[in-house]
Nanobody, 128 residues
Framework: QVQLRESGGGLVQAGGSLRLSCVAS?????????MGWFRQTPGQDRAFVGT????????YYHDSAKGRFTISKDNSKNTVYLQMNSLRSEDTGVYYC????????????????????WGQGTQVTVSS
């Protein structure tokens, strides 16, 4: 029932920046939600990049993203953003946004996996 649509991917030189967007639609529940970002490289499983809890704005990042990537949201636009700075070649891949419901009994570790709805992905290529 939830539809996610990413945009903003493209070609960028190493050391450059890029901002991805993900627009969510069709959500009807009042539960808490997490909006996550994942990267997939050919031959690899989708890897967790970071996530934001929609309701309070708290964020969590994979170690490779800490200090370089920032996740934010715009409630009025139902949009989450992934701001990527100091990009490196290993950041290359297809980036997906995803969402899941979260519950109070869950630990923070549960924010890193088991997302239920996914966007179509957007390609990010970092040269060199």
């Amino acid at each position: 029932q939830v539809q996610l649509r990413e945009s903003g991917g493209g070609l960028v030189q190493a050391g450059g920046s890029l901002r991805l967007s993900c627009v969510a639609s069709g959500r009807t529940s009042s539960n808490k939600y997490a909006m996550g970002w994942f990267r997939q490289t050919p031959g690899q499983d989708r890897a967790f990049v970071g996530t934001i809890v929609w309701n309070d704005g708290s964020t969590y990042y994979h170690d490779s993203a800490k200090g370089r990537f920032t996740i934010s949201k715009d409630n009025s636009k139902n949009t989450v953003y992934l701001q990527m700075n100091s990009l490196r070649s290993e950041d290359t891949g297809v980036y997906y946004c995803a969402t899941k419901e979260i519950w109070d009994y869950m630990s923070d570790y549960d924010l890193f996996t088991h997302y239920d709805y996914w966007g179509q992905g957007t390609q990010v290529t970092v040269s060199s």
